[in-house]
């Protein structure tokens, strides 16, 4: 059996497509690599938002699983659409890395707590929105491109700091450069974040799905990852939208498991904030995303939604 593994060529996206190369060879399977180039990686001129968030790092990818030219393709979790066509799926998650979001900088004594003035770049609404509503004195600017992009312009003085997810630096080696893990009480993670996601055809034959899953998939992130991406689903957002949502296992009195999600919406100025937190049950994850999405809906997401996409849309 040879799987073939579709992946962006920016150095993390390798990482993820190696990681889960190594996992499979580690039983056998033989692999090949397939270096794919995607929108998202060719426009670096626009924010993500300006160039929509539908299929930007994924449309690519699916265009040649439909083909077969690639048996599976390796996501960031984060990076995936909320709802995927009809003809694909999602057939593995591997195990969560720590989710939370740091700053980077070569200047060792920066500090969002300080109360200090500096420039900070991200690509991230949600950092933006959440930036403005928690610590307003930021200053911001807008930094695309790859992990290597951002820190060269950093190292270029082009901001002070970057935000980023603490996944892709620790996957990179650049942990010598955070100078501040952030909150999760504060940033809670856009639905995803520190999972590596395998989408596959539905044509993708029986016994290659099973061995994927088998050697690939970790039974509890996929449990929260099916929660988040049902809350995600049914905003109908995607990367341009600053939402978060977060599920983690917790333990019953009797020492059974649930889940718990922690999720909401900021509007773009980040001056209103929705975060609700809800529990359900491990055999219903879907449901338990449902139910927080209609949750936030009711108590201000619609209107917020409204807003950012008509601001989007100017």
């Not at 003809?87 to 004594?109: C, G």
């Not at 999720?263 to 100025?269: E, P, R, T, V």
Request: one cysteine or more; a negative charge; hydrophobic letters at 40%.
């Amino acid at each position: 059996m040879k799987i073939k593994i579709g992946t962006r060529g920016s150095k993390l996206a390798l990482w993820q497509a190696y990681y889960v190369e190594d996992k499979l060879k580690a039983k056998g399977v033989e692999t090949e690599i397939v270096i794919i180039e995607t929108k998202g990686d060719k426009i670096l001129d626009r924010s993500l938002s300006k160039i929509g968030s539908k299929g930007v790092f994924t449309e690519e990818l699916e265009d040649q699983l439909r083909t077969g030219e690639i048996d599976i393709a390796v996501h960031s979790a984060k990076d995936l659409q909320s709802e995927l066509a009809s003809d694909l799926e999602l057939i593995a998650f591997t195990e969560r890395e720590q989710v939370n979001d740091v700053m980077v900088s070569y200047n060792k004594n920066l500090s969002l707590q300080s109360g200090e003035s500096f420039v900070v770049g991200t690509s991230s609404t949600r950092r933006v929105a959440m930036l403005k509503h928690y610590y307003p004195h930021i200053q911001i600017v807008d930094m695309r491109g790859n992990l290597q992009t951002r820190l060269r312009k950093l190292e270029e003085k082009q901001c002070d700091a970057l935000l980023l997810a603490y996944a892709g630096v620790h996957r990179m080696n650049y942990d010598d450069l955070i100078v501040e893990h952030l909150s999760l009480g504060e940033f809670v993670p856009p639905v995803g974040q520190g999972c590596v996601a395998i989408e596959a055809a539905k044509t993708l034959e029986d016994e290659k799905r099973l061995m994927i899953g088998m050697l690939i998939n970790d039974a509890q992130t996929e449990k929260c990852l099916r929660a988040e991406r049902a809350y995600l689903k049914r905003l109908q957002g995607g990367c341009s939208i600053p939402s978060f949502g977060r599920v983690t296992f917790e333990e019953n009195e009797d020492g059974g498991l649930h889940l718990k999600m922690t999720a909401g919406l900021i509007s773009l100025d980040g001056q209103k904030l929705i975060k609700v937190i809800e529990e359900g049950s491990v055999d219903d994850p879907s449901g338990l995303g449902v139910r927080v999405a209609e949750n936030v809906l009711a108590n201000g997401g619609i209107e917020i939604l409204k807003n950012i996409r008509e601001g989007l849309a100017q």
